[in-house]
């Protein structure tokens, strides 16, 4: 793979940040340095002079998280920009059992599985997106999205293409479609503008709540393969999939090394926490971490230690099972919120099932645009809900669809909130 050809000229520009570099190498010196070894090299703060003396953390099982002496110093310290490495050997074995990248084993310079830490995905997300759109390059994605994606995306100015998709996911006979604008060996030629890479949430996406399948991940892969270009795969609800077994992901089937995958303990750890992590071919993940060198620095070190520490007390079967029990209390969720909306709104709105994650994605019958009825008289009805239109490139444009999410609510709830609902479509028809 021709990596440089992805990059954009600021990403490319990147160095070290000189003195993150020899930081870390100093780290490794003093790790094994006699005691006669005098530093005066650092520039971190003494963390003598830091208020915080010990802190511990219940966890549900009765067990504790304690930072006291020399870890409470490290954990309120700078750390490394990619991540602690207690934390990162930890997940590229989870990766690694999850995933199975035929990467692993590759040459660091051609495609080989890395791994970085970042302040939630989003901040990974937003990073990679820098490293790869430059204004006017071209970019597939399947509306509706997140809305951090379009954030992150839109002032970048690339050619946002929408690619056609159903409760399965995208299209892959939409997507090749789209991709016969181009002759395969356009990729070669920049002047083409062939697309730089494909953007999907492939599980319980966020606002429709669908999962992309295997079969059809295969299809789009072997697509990625033909025209050459990358596949972001934006997972945060992997661990929210109801149904098992899992569809394989984009990163297990990566013989080339061209997907980016971005993952989050937000959605079954903590959001606040700030923790997430890209996988992806070093010579990507290494740009990600120098732009992190000059914004960041790195994740949030105690969040880290954290969850590092967690995940050591409970190995990798008892994070599984945890996950097992967070997606028992999701998928009872949405199993009470379709209760509630065929009760309410059969006949007057349309939804599919969602396969995983936290969200209802749900089209009002006869109504062309949701826009004023969520924001202003659903409010008046006590109900709030977000209306569709900001899920798409065009956020001007009519939609009859708004988004439920079913994470915080009891079932009375959801029953009342839909009953609501159901008189005032009923009143606005
Ligand atoms: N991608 C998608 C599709 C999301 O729904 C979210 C969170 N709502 C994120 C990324 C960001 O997650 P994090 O908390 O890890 O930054």
């Known amino acids: ?28 010196i003093i790790s094994r340095a006699p005691k006669t070894l005098i530093s005066l090299a650092p520039g971190s703060p003494n963390p003598n002079m830091f208020p915080f003396k010990s802190v511990a953390f219940t966890v549900e099982n009765g067990n504790t998280i ?6 409470i110093k ?26 199975d990248p035929p990467t692993v084993h590759y040459p660091p310079n051609e495609g080989q599985m890395d791994i970085c830490i970042t302040s939630g995905c989003q901040d990974g997300l937003c990073k990679t997106f820098e490293m790869l759109i430059s204004p006017g390059d071209t970019v597939l994605l399947n509306e509706p999205l997140y809305p951090g994606t379009l954030c992150a995306m839109k002032p970048l100015g690339g050619n946002m293409i929408n690619v056609p998709s159903d409760e399965h996911g995208i299209i892959p006979e939409g997507l090749k479609k789209i991709l016969s604008r181009w002759k395969p060996e356009d990729s070669k030629d920049p002047t083409k503008k062939t697309p730089k890479f494909l953007y999907t949430i ?30 972001i795969e934006d997972d945060p609800y992997y661990f929210l999939q109801f149904d098992k077994p899992w569809a394989p992901s984009f990163l297990s089937m990566d013989v080339d090394g061209r997907v980016i995958r971005a993952d989050t303990f937000s959605k079954v750890l903590s959001s606040g926490l700030r923790v997430g992590f890209m996988t992806g071919p070093k010579c990507l993940i290494e740009r990600i971490v120098l732009h992190t060198q000059a914004s960041t620095l790195h994740a ?45 709104l059969s006949g007057l709105a349309e939804w599919h099932v969602p396969k995983a994650g936290m969200f209802l994605w749900i089209k009002i019958k006869g109504i062309s645009d949701t826009k004023e009825l969520i924001e202003k008289k659903a409010i008046e009805k006590q109900i709030l809900l977000v ?16 988004r439920a999410s079913f994470s915080m609510v009891t079932a ?18």
Not at 66 to 71: L, R, S, T
Not at 79 to 97: A, D, F, R, T, V
Not at 387 to 402: L, M, V, W
Not at 412 to 429: C, G, H, P, V, W
């Open 387 to 402: 209306p569709g239109n900001g899920f798409y490139i065009d956020s001007s444009a009519p939609t009859s669809f708004f």
């Open 1 to 28: 793979m021709n990596y440089s050809r992805f990059l954009t000229a600021t990403s490319k520009a990147r160095r070290r940040n000189p003195i993150r570099h020899t930081g870390e190498k100093h780290m490794n």
């Open 412 to 429: 009375e709830q959801m029953d009342m909130a839909f009953q609501r609902l159901a008189q005032l479509i009923k009143e606005s028809l």
């Open 202 to 231: 492939p599980n319980g996406s966020n606002p429709t709540g669908n999962s992309l399948t295997g079969d059809r991940k295969k299809e789009i892969y072997e697509l990625a393969r033909k025209y050459d270009f990358l596949i």
């Open 66 to 71: 304690q930072f006291e002496d020399e870890m």
């Open 74 to 99: 490290r954990a309120f310290q700078y750390s490394s920009s990619n991540g602690i490495p207690e934390l990162l050997s930890w997940l590229k074995k989870l990766q690694i059992k999850l995933h």
């Open 300 to 344: 949030c070190t105690l969040s880290q230690l954290m969850i590092s520490q967690l995940l050591h007390q409970w190995g990798e079967e008892g994070f599984l099972a945890h996950v097992d029990r967070t997606i028992d209390f999701y998928k009872t969720q949405r199993d009470l919120v379709l209760a509630a909306a065929d009760k309410w």
